[in-house]
Structures are given as structure tokens and as C-alpha cells.
T-cell receptor, first 113, second 117 residues
Framework: DVKVTQSSRYLVKRTGEKVFLECVQD?????MFWYRQDPGLGLRLIYF???????EKGDIPEGYSVSREKKERFSLILESASTNQTSMYLC????????????FGEGSRLTVL | AQKITQTQPGMFVQEKEAVTLDCTYD???????LFWYKQPSSGEMIFLIY??????QNATEGRYSLNFQKARKSANLVISASQLGDSAMYFC??????????????FGTGTRLKVLA
């Protein structure tokens, strides 16, 4: 069964802490994504990676960075967490060909106090 | 500008009945893909169905079908024989299929469906 796994379902952090959200996929997908989901705003793209060590900024990259050292792993980093980064974070992956449907992880709900 | 509009924030349907979730889109791309995703309360986004803009036939996947009307720019999801497990948030999404922007998925704000026993 194909899978995208996010390391933490729920996290609580304090303002100013460094936060790592990890995502691993086992489908050998080239492309990986980090989205943020907030009520009434739908999904917004934070960063996209089209291959190892390659990344593109999405719509809301401010306050975030990413790392993709291996094909299967894509990490989202909050250098100094702030309360406005309290949200649901969704990782996704896809092939770069075909229908290009996204395969999502279960999400990581982050609360910054 | 690319945009997805889902005008129904919430809907109810009786178990075993069919329901249509509306989605309209706006794009200047000639080639694009349309998707529907289901998000149960657990949080995971589950892919349901895909329609390519050049596909002449409406897509079907089991109880899901996509009513694609290109001239009206609509891509409504039809769920037949609703089940209690269909209660979830449903998102319509679109992406260009050519060019450098194929990673730019546009998502609607979602429709919350509640199936009644």
C-alpha cells in the first residue's frame, strides 16, 4: 500500500522554538509538497520540491524553509515558530507524469503557544 | 487568474441517495486537470477522481462520477448511493497540465457533506 507518512500528528510548541515537520513517501515520487490548511482558506502551498535538493517557493513561504536531501524525505522547518503558524500542515507527493494526482499524508496539527 | 469556487459550504444527504457537489473553475490554460479529494475528520486528503480538460467522457470511479461541462467551466462531483462513511469535507482542485506551473494546484474552500441515517 502506497504511503505518505508525516512524523507527528499533533505538536505543541512555544513561540520562538525551531520546529521540524518530517514527511516520507515510499512511492519513489519525484515531486513533494508542503501545504498549510486553515479554515475558509483552503490549502495554500508553502514549498514544492521537484527533485532532490531542488525546491520552489509556493504562495506563502515566509517563515518557513525546507530540506530535501533524499528523494523520499521532505522536511519543513519553522526557524522561529510564531502563533500565526498554528495550523494543519499537509505533505503530499506525486509522479511528474500521468494524471499527477497528489498523495497526501495524514497531516500534522501544530499549535504554537 | 486561476480560481476554484465551491459555493456550498455544507450539505446534507439521506443515506442511499445521490448527491452533487458543485465546483466551478476559472483558468486561462488550455490544458488542465481537475481533481476531487475527500478529507474525513481524521485529516488525510484522499484522492477520489480526476478529469483531464481534453477528456471527452466524464470520469467515473466506483460510486463517484465527475460531471464535466467545459463550456460552463464546471466540474461537479456526483456521489451515488451515499453511505455514512461519505460524511467528510470535499475539495475540488485544478492544475495546469503543461508548462512550468504544473505544480500549482488551486484548491477550493471545500464542501462539508453530512450523510444522514
Amino acid at each position: 500500500d502506497v504511503k505518505v507518512t508525516q512524523s507527528s500528528r499533533y505538536l505543541v510548541k512555544r513561540t520562538g522554538e525551531k520546529v521540524f515537520l518530517e514527511c516520507v513517501q515510499d512511492m519513489d515520487h519525484e515531486n513533494m509538497f508542503w501545504y498549510r490548511q486553515d479554515p475558509g482558506l483552503g490549502l495554500r502551498l508553502i514549498y514544492f520540491s521537484y527533485d532532490v535538493k531542488m525546491k520552489e517557493k509556493g504562495d506563502i513561504p515566509e517563515g518557513y524553509s525546507v530540506s530535501r536531501e533524499k528523494k523520499e524525505r521532505f522536511s519543513l522547518i519553522l526557524e522561529s515558530a510564531s502563533t500565526n503558524q498554528t495550523s494543519m500542515y499537509l505533505c503530499a507527493s506525486r509522479l511528474n507524469t500521468g494524471n499527477r494526482e497528489l498523495f497526501f499524508g495524514e497531516g500534522s496539527r501544530l499549535t504554537v503557544l | 487568474a486561476q480560481k476554484i469556487t465551491q459555493t456550498q459550504p455544507g450539505m446534507f444527504v439521506q443515506e442511499k441517495e445521490a448527491v452533487t457537489l458543485d465546483c466551478t473553475y476559472d483558468t486561462s490554460d488550455q490544458s488542465y486537470g481537475l481533481f476531487w479529494y475527500k478529507q474525513p475528520s481524521s485529516g488525510e486528503m484522499i484522492f477520489l477522481i480526476y478529469q483531464g480538460s481534453y477528456d471527452e467522457q466524464n470520469a467515473t470511479e466506483g460510486r463517484y462520477s465527475l460531471n464535466f461541462q467545459k463550456a460552463r467551466k464546471s466540474a461537479n462531483l456526483v456521489i451515488s448511493a451515499s453511505q455514512l462513511g461519505d460524511s467528510a469535507m470535499y475539495f475540488c482542485a485544478m492544475t495546469p497540465e503543461r508548462g512550468s506551473g504544473t505544480y500549482k494546484y488551486i484548491f477550493g474552500t471545500g464542501t462539508r457533506l453530512k450523510v444522514l441515517a
